[in-house]
């Protein structure tokens, strides 16, 4: 969690100064598209780890006031701006982790399949960079629609001759903040404790919370698990709705984000004990990417946990067989937009 760093207490007027700030810090971090409505909170928020030592930051617009502003939070971490193709190669340089929230959101009406044909490019062009300047770098797709991009960026990065699909990461985090935060209030658990995986893909139907292994366990009736269910695959919907036309959810998907990338950047630091949903290359299914639970290490992905997707409910099973057809389609509409390019 984030808490820890904003737990740190203003100096005591005779303790020697900045040596504990300084400490931890090592990893560099990439946000594409950081003066967006994700990107800005996004990069707040990263600002605040005491694990990075160097947060850049590029966008085709805008992105200078972001980083000026941000750099003069007390925090260890170097901001830097870039903005234009010409100064891309440079944002990537040596970078540990690239956060891609880069592309148009939703207005009302619009499903996450409307956004493919302006954000495919952006993808696709922006992957093309990590790969020539930071090939090792864990890269985390935000642009929606996810079920598309990660297949788009992970065929640009074979294309490459640089996949390593332990590295690339669909964002889904946000729908497992979703489900926790829905199922603690609806059962009235402390929310911090409460932890429900999300499998599947994200978008619509294809997002699958496994209300069955929340912890700690909870009983639902089947119409409790109905309502929840489909709250959590409309949740992004609900804020669209709610913002009406000045786009999708934010400042929920920087927090969320933001706990994706700590994650990672514990599992880079050696931490063991780390775990996170997302969308991934993966062999769980027949389907060659899907969201699911994975232990972070080192090297990105360490394990897959295939008891995650045993011992399903009823409903699960049938909304797990559900979803595949929408999935596929979105997956391989990813990959021949790819295959298809000069
Ligand atoms: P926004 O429009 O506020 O910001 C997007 C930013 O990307 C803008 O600053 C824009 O200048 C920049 N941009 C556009 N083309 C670029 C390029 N070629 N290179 C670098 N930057 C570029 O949009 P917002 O609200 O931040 O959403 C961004 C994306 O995140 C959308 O595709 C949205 O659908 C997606 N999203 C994903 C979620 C998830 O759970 N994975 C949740 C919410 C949104």
């Not at 996810?146 to 946000?174: C, H, M, R, W």
């Not at 209030?185 to 999300?198: A, F, R």
């Not at 139907?205 to 366990?217: A, F, G, H, R, V």
């Not at 669209?240 to 927090?255: D, H, N, Q, R």
């Amino acid at each position: 969690t984030l808490r820890g760093s904003f737990a740190r207490k203003a100096q005591k007027p005779n303790q020697s100064s900045h040596h504990g700030l300084q400490l931890q810090a090592s990893y560099k971090v990439a946000i594409l598209g950081a003066a967006g409505g994700i990107g800005q909170p996004l990069a707040l928020l990263i600002k605040m780890s005491p694990l990075v030592s160097a947060l850049n930051l590029y966008d085709i617009a805008n992105v200078k006031g972001v980083a000026a502003d941000i750099s003069h939070c007390n925090t260890p971490s170097q901001v830097l701006d870039f903005t234009g193709a010409s100064e891309l190669g440079n944002c990537l340089k040596g970078v540990n982790v690239v956060v891609i929230p880069a592309g148009v959101p939703r207005k009302p009406g619009m499903t996450r399949d409307d956004l493919f044909n302006i954000n495919a490019n952006i993808v696709k062009t922006l992957v093309e960079a990590v790969a020539d300047n930071c090939p090792d770098a864990f890269i985390h797709i935000i642009s929606n629609p996810v079920n598309s991009t990660v297949p788009i960026a992970a065929e640009v990065l074979k294309q490459k001759g640089v996949y390593d699909p332990k590295k690339l990461f669909g964002v889904t985090t946000l729908d497992v903040v979703r489900a926790n935060t829905f199922v603690a209030e609806k059962k009235n658990l402390k929310l911090i404790d409460v932890d429900v995986p999300v499998i599947g893909g994200h978008a619509g139907i294809t997002i699958l919370p496994l209300l069955s292994k929340t912890k700690p366990s909870v009983s639902l009736t089947d119409e409790e698990v109905e309502q929840l269910t489909v709250r959590i695959q409309n949740a992004g919907t609900e804020v669209v709705e709610a913002k009406a036309g000045a786009g999708s959810a934010t400042l929920s998907m920087a927090y969320a984000a933001a706990r994706f990338v700590e994650s990672s950047l514990r599992a880079l630091d050696g931490d063991g004990d780390v775990y996170e949903c997302s969308f991934v290359q993966s062999d769980l299914t027949d389907l060659p990417f899907f969201a699911s639970r994975v232990k972070l290490g080192r090297k990105g992905i360490e394990a897959m946990i295939p008891s995650d997707l045993q011992g399903l409910s009823e409903y699960e099973e049938k909304a797990l067989e559900a979803l595949k057809p929408e999935l596929k389609a979105s997956i391989e509409k990813g990959i021949a937009f790819a295959q298809k390019q000069p």
